[in-house]
């Protein structure tokens, strides 16, 4: 390695401004001859372009590292390694490294692979929708409660019913959100709608909460020319500009890093506002998110990372997943704060993204946040989930940890709800869900040239010739192309 | 030991002890007159790395949105050629990544996305395949997966690519063919430090993710007068930069002067080359080499990618294509074998001059 150091100037100068600015060099009594050959091999080799390499950079970068230093104590959360930080006041002698220092111990220690217990889950109302006793909730209004409520069950009935339009044939494919409609909900509603989201798939309920009508969903369903990704993907891959909800892409993961991007333009320009991004289980095994909270943390960018932990990805148990204490755990090891959160307790899902919320704004920094739940739908039309998974497994958590009629019930208890509101919205929504899939199944399929649009800005040459070709194969063998699709 | 091996291309780039020529007949049609005339009263020799480096302060000047990350280059580069851009414009705006180039990748779609034109750097275009899925999923269906609701058109990667002597598996890769696969991007490849700078301000400010391949041999190697003012050079248009009757050669970046070389032989021989810089891989301009080989009835097409399902392949049959009755002998092409690049044997894996020269010859002659 010393070798190498010493073959290239620029290595060197560069290593030298890092090592100063570890305040390595800054010691006096500093005799590692190991940094002083190097100091002096650079030195003679390029004195003339780095005139006083340790006092330059030295100065050049103390604000720097004062920064780091201060960064590095803020984002010390409640330590759960603190058995691991001995008390021991041996440490006279300590590694002054980036970061902060670091103690020397002479007893080797391996670092646990878990704590003892594992991390509690936040949560402020019990199976019963009773309100925890002493839990210091934030007043929500009747009015933000009932609208939560009302789209939890829209979204649920939403699937319900485009669920058994797939069955019949009508669309091709279709995800639901079911089990997971207050992490859907309740996230949503604690945001502001300048908050920009970047979903995964199974999070459709906060563009419901964000005002995407019941007909938009079902275009999109559909595929017809009303749906604003122009009939190119699948159902259930919604988006919204200005809604402020980014279109779904099939692949996992890929929007996290994406998210830390769009988070980072919002740094710049100052907004009052952060990003929101959605995974499951599954996809925090994906490099993207572990790349993405890497990024997040030294990018300081305000973005929220919620984690529908619902326990399977597909057929994957996790289990199968990971042997981390869930996902919460690993904020720490990126830097991040992190919270793991009832899943199916609206409120404390409500009053979990809030919170962050405030923290990514205000501190400019990012936040994960595990949501325990889990997902009791199929993973998709194409699945059988009754497979791989115990049926009581599903049942249980189907109804005893319902997270609608959880809701439901403290909704009621505040006398802000009753069964006759309750019939009138089921019967209202199912009115309209039915009108939205008639509309839209007869709405005609969005003309032939959008196959070849927005490729790029504008089409280039092989694409019109390609449109042109198609056009007069179309012209001789009508027969063979869908006859719904105006030319 | 990574990242060790990945400054190790620094010195790799000024270590070169072969020199190569460069091919500086390129002005003229490109550049606008009023433009020309300017450029004889402003322009500098500049090597292919500072005008690089000179296209990255104009765009991050002209545009306050436009910001400039990836590995280390802060600092100037492992290539130095973002050299100066955080001493001038700051450390929001030109900034160090974490070394992962899927994150990079994803995170310049994401500042694209909200309006802004992010320039990431690749430190070699050897280590972009982390990013592929990024590339490939997300930043070239972005726009057309969201009916034009969303784009990240302001996305410009920039990549050192190709051989530089002693490289080795992991320091030479040229993978453009790869990602001309791709509906959605586009592919731009450099031949020398003028026609960097202008395709590579046009790339920023193109409205579509583009993938820009930087030549790395010729950073320090090709000099040439490059106009100190802002311009920019249309993408999708080759340029014929040797008139020729007898074959046409097709190549982009590095290679052409080395094709350059070939036609300087040939032509001793007696045998007239046209040779045409594609500059954009995809979407290319097939007319202006239809109209070449119309003219000359061959063609040869020549890249440092092994031979087998590269780039060329996709020329050669297009061609065939529209031109089959004109050509009066196979479409050549010299390439790079199909092995890994090698270190010991590069030599013996480039598609050097007298390879082309032979291939001029036997198509000539066919």
Same mark, same amino acid.
């Given at each position: 390695?010393?070798?190498?150091?010493?073959?290239?100037?620029?290595?060197?100068?560069?290593?030298?401004?890092?090592?100063?600015?570890?305040?390595?060099?800054?010691?006096?009594?500093?005799?590692?001859?190991?940094?002083?050959?190097?100091?002096?091999?650079?030195?003679?080799?390029?004195?003339?372009?780095?005139?006083?390499?340790?006092?330059?950079?030295?100065?050049?970068?103390?604000?720097?590292?004062?920064?780091?230093?201060?960064?590095?104590?803020?984002?010390?959360?409640?330590?759960?390694?603190?058995?691991?930080?001995?008390?021991?006041?041996?440490?006279?002698?300590?590694?002054?490294?980036?970061?902060?220092?670091?103690?020397?111990?002479?007893?080797?220690?391996?670092?646990?692979?878990?704590?003892?217990?594992?991390?509690?889950?936040?949560? #402020?109302?019990?199976?019963?929708?009773?309100?925890?006793?002493?839990?210091?909730?934030?007043?929500?209004?009747?009015?933000?409660?009932?609208?939560?409520?009302?789209?939890?069950?829209? #979204?649920?009935?939403?699937?319900?019913?485009?669920?058994?339009?797939?069955?019949?044939?009508?669309?091709?494919?279709?995800?639901?959100?079911?089990?997971?409609?207050?992490?859907?909900?309740?996230?949503?509603?604690?945001?502001?709608?300048?908050?920009?989201?970047?979903?995964?798939?199974?999070?459709?309920?906060?563009? #419901?909460?964000?005002?995407?009508?019941?007909?938009?969903?079902?275009?999109?369903?559909?595929?017809?020319?009303?749906?604003?990704?122009?009939?190119?993907?699948?159902?259930?891959?919604?988006?919204?500009?200005?809604?402020?909800?980014?279109?779904?892409?099939?692949?996992?993961?890929?929007?996290?890093?994406?998210?830390?991007?769009?988070?980072?333009?919002?740094?710049?320009?100052?907004?009052?506002?952060?990003?929101?991004?959605?995974?499951?289980?599954?996809?925090?095994?994906?490099?993207?998110?572990?790349?993405?909270?890497?990024?997040?943390?030294?990018?300081?960018?305000?973005?929220?990372?919620?984690?529908?932990?619902?326990?399977?990805?597909?057929?994957?148990?996790?289990?199968?997943?990971?042997?981390?204490?869930?996902?919460?755990?690993?904020?720490?090891?990126?830097?991040?704060?992190?919270?793991?959160?009832?899943?199916?307790?609206?409120?404390?899902?409500?009053?979990?993204?809030?919170?962050?919320?405030?923290?990514?704004?205000?501190?400019?920094?990012?936040?994960?946040?595990?949501?325990?739940?889990?997902?009791?739908?199929?993973?998709?039309?194409?699945?059988?989930?009754?497979?791989?998974?115990?049926?009581?497994?599903?049942?249980?958590?189907?109804?005893?940890?319902?997270?609608?009629?959880?809701?439901?019930?403290?909704?009621?208890?505040?006398?802000?709800?009753?069964?006759?509101?309750?019939?009138?919205?089921?019967?209202?929504?199912?009115?309209?869900?039915?009108?939205?899939?008639?509309?839209?199944?007869?709405?005609?399929?969005?003309?032939?040239?959008?196959?070849?649009?927005?490729?790029?800005? #504008?089409?280039?040459?092989?694409?019109?010739?390609?449109?042109?070709?198609?056009?007069?194969?179309?012209?001789?063998?009508?027969?063979?192309?869908?006859?719904?699709?105006?030319? | 030991?990574?990242?060790?091996?990945?400054?190790?291309?620094?010195?790799?780039?000024?270590?070169?002890?072969?020199?190569?020529?460069?091919?500086?007949?390129?002005?003229?049609?490109?550049?606008?007159?009023?433009?020309?005339?300017?450029?004889?009263?402003?322009?500098?020799?500049?090597?292919?790395?500072?005008?690089?480096?000179?296209?990255?302060?104009?765009?991050?000047?002209?545009?306050?949105?436009?910001?400039?990350?990836?590995?280390?280059?802060?600092?100037?580069?492992?290539?130095?050629?973002?050299?100066?851009?955080?001493?001038?414009?700051?450390?929001?705006?030109?900034?160090?990544?974490?070394?992962?180039?899927?994150?990079?990748?994803?995170?310049?779609?994401?500042?694209?996305?909200?309006?802004?034109?992010?320039?990431?750097?690749?430190?070699?275009?050897?280590?972009?395949?982390?990013?592929?899925?990024?590339?490939?999923?997300?930043?070239?269906?972005?726009?057309?997966?969201?009916?034009?609701?969303?784009?990240?058109?302001?996305?410009?990667?920039?990549?050192?690519?190709?051989?530089?002597?002693?490289?080795?598996?992991?320091?030479?890769?040229?993978?453009?063919?790869?990602?001309?696969?791709?509906?959605?991007?586009?592919?731009?490849?450099?031949?020398?430090?003028?026609?960097?700078?202008?395709?590579?301000?046009?790339?920023?400010?193109?409205?579509?993710?583009?993938?820009?391949?930087?030549?790395?041999?010729?950073?320090?190697?090709?000099?040439?007068?490059?106009?100190?003012?802002?311009?920019?050079?249309?993408?999708?248009?080759?340029?014929?930069?040797?008139?020729?009757?007898?074959?046409?050669?097709?190549?982009?970046?590095?290679?052409?002067?080395?094709?350059?070389?070939?036609?300087?032989?040939?032509?001793?021989?007696?045998?007239?080359?046209?040779?045409?810089?594609?500059?954009?891989?995809?979407?290319?301009?097939?007319?202006?080499?239809?109209?070449?080989?119309?003219?000359?009835?061959?063609?040869?097409?020549?890249?440092?990618?092994?031979?087998?399902?590269?780039?060329?392949?996709?020329?050669?049959?297009?061609?065939?294509?529209?031109?089959?009755?004109?050509?009066?002998?196979?479409?050549?092409?010299?390439?790079?074998?199909?092995?890994?690049?090698?270190?010991?044997?590069?030599?013996?894996?480039?598609?050097?001059?007298?390879?082309?020269?032979?291939?001029?010859?036997?198509?000539?002659?066919?």
């Amino acid at each position: 390695m010393a070798i190498w150091f010493t073959r290239s100037r620029t290595i060197t100068y560069y290593l030298k401004r890092k090592m100063g600015f570890m305040g390595i060099l800054n010691q006096d009594s500093c005799s590692n001859s190991y940094f002083e050959s190097i100091s002096s091999s650079s030195s003679s080799s390029s004195s003339s372009r780095i005139p006083d390499v340790k006092n330059s950079s030295i100065s050049r970068y103390s604000s720097a590292f004062t920064f780091l230093v201060h960064r590095f104590k803020s984002t010390k959360t409640s330590g759960q390694l603190d058995q691991f930080y001995s008390s021991d006041d041996e440490n006279s002698q300590a590694l002054d490294f980036p970061g902060g220092k670091v103690a020397y111990i002479s007893e080797m220690r391996f670092i646990s692979e878990s704590n003892d217990k594992r991390i509690p889950c936040y949560r #402020l109302l019990d199976d019963n929708g009773e309100l925890i006793e002493d839990s210091d909730i934030d007043q929500i209004s009747k009015e933000v409660a009932v609208k939560m409520y009302s789209e939890m069950v829209t #979204l649920q009935m939403m699937d319900t019913i485009f669920y058994e339009a797939q069955r019949q044939g009508r669309i091709s494919f279709y995800v639901t959100s079911v089990g997971e409609e207050a992490t859907n909900i309740a996230s949503a509603a604690a945001l502001a709608a300048d908050d920009v989201v970047l979903p995964q798939y199974r999070e459709p309920g906060v563009l #419901l909460w964000r005002g995407f009508t019941l007909e938009e969903f079902a275009n999109q369903c559909f595929g017809n020319k009303a749906d604003y990704g122009k009939g190119r993907q699948m159902p259930i891959h919604y988006g919204s500009k200005k809604l402020n909800y980014f279109t779904v892409s099939s692949p996992i993961a890929t929007q996290l890093p994406q998210a830390v991007g769009a988070a980072y333009s919002l740094k710049m320009d100052k907004k009052d506002a952060c990003v929101v991004t959605y995974i499951g289980d599954g996809g925090t095994s994906e490099g993207d998110f572990h790349a993405a909270l890497n990024f997040a943390a030294v990018m300081e960018a305000p973005v929220i990372f919620i984690c529908r932990n619902n326990g399977w990805a597909i057929s994957t148990h996790i289990t199968e997943q990971f042997r981390s204490d869930g996902i919460a755990v690993k904020g720490q090891a990126y830097g991040i704060q992190s919270i793991r959160v009832d899943g199916n307790d609206a409120l404390a899902v409500y009053r979990t993204i809030r919170a962050a919320r405030e923290i990514a704004i205000s501190e400019q920094r990012p936040i994960l946040v595990e949501a325990l739940t889990y997902r009791v739908g199929h993973h998709s039309t194409s699945d059988d989930s009754t497979k791989y998974r115990p049926a009581d497994e599903i049942e249980y958590w189907k109804m005893a940890r319902n997270p609608v009629n959880r809701f439901r019930k403290w909704v009621e208890r505040n006398g802000w709800w009753s069964e006759k509101e309750e019939s009138e919205l089921r019967s209202s929504i199912r009115k309209q869900l039915l009108q939205a899939i008639q509309v839209a199944e007869k709405t005609e399929k969005p003309a032939l040239g959008n196959l070849f649009s927005d490729v790029y800005d #504008l089409p280039p040459s092989n694409l019109r010739e390609q449109e042109k070709q198609l056009r007069e194969t179309i012209n001789r063998h009508p027969q063979d192309y869908p006859s719904d699709v105006p030319m | 030991m990574a990242s060790c091996l990945r400054r190790y291309g620094r010195r790799l780039s000024v270590s070169i002890c072969e020199k190569r020529e460069l091919s500086t007949a390129c002005e003229g049609k490109v550049i606008q007159q009023q433009q020309q005339q300017q450029q004889q009263q402003t322009a500098k020799l500049l090597n292919l790395c500072s005008a690089i480096n000179q296209a990255l302060h104009l765009a991050l000047e002209t545009d306050p949105r436009s910001y400039v990350f990836g590995e280390d280059v802060s600092f100037g580069g492992v290539f130095r050629c973002t050299t100066g851009l955080t001493e001038r414009f700051g450390k929001n705006r030109v900034f160090n990544t974490p070394l992962c180039e899927q994150g990079i990748v994803g995170f310049g779609i994401g500042l694209a996305a909200m309006g802004n034109r992010a320039i990431a750097e690749i430190q070699f275009a050897d280590y972009i395949y982390p990013a592929f899925d990024q590339i490939v999923n997300e930043a070239a269906k972005f726009r057309y997966r969201s009916g034009n609701q969303y784009d990240c058109g302001g996305l410009t990667i920039r990549a050192p690519y190709g051989a530089v002597g002693h490289g080795g598996h992991y320091h030479s890769q040229s993978p453009e063919a790869f990602f001309c696969h791709v509906p959605g991007i586009k592919v731009v490849i450099p031949r020398s430090p003028q026609q960097a700078k202008g395709l590579l301000l046009s790339c920023i400010r193109d409205p579509n993710p583009v993938v820009f391949f930087e030549p790395k041999w010729l950073y320090r190697l090709a000099v040439e007068e490059v106009p100190e003012h802002d311009y920019m050079l249309p993408l999708s248009e080759a340029e014929v930069i040797r008139e020729g009757s007898d074959i046409t050669l097709v190549g982009w970046g590095a290679q052409l002067s080395i094709m350059e070389q070939a036609c300087t032989d040939a032509e001793k021989d007696g045998i007239s080359c046209e040779l045409i810089d594609l500059k954009t891989l995809i979407p290319w301009d097939k007319e202006t080499v239809e109209t070449s080989v119309r003219k000359t009835g061959r063609l040869l097409i020549s890249h440092e990618a092994p031979v087998t399902g590269g780039f060329g392949a996709e020329i050669s049959a297009s061609i065939v294509e529209r031109c089959f009755l004109r050509l009066e002998a196979p479409v050549a092409r010299v390439c790079g074998l199909d092995t890994p690049f090698p270190l010991v044997f590069e030599p013996f894996y480039m598609p050097t001059k007298n390879k082309i020269l032979d291939a001029i010859k036997s198509t000539v002659n066919y």
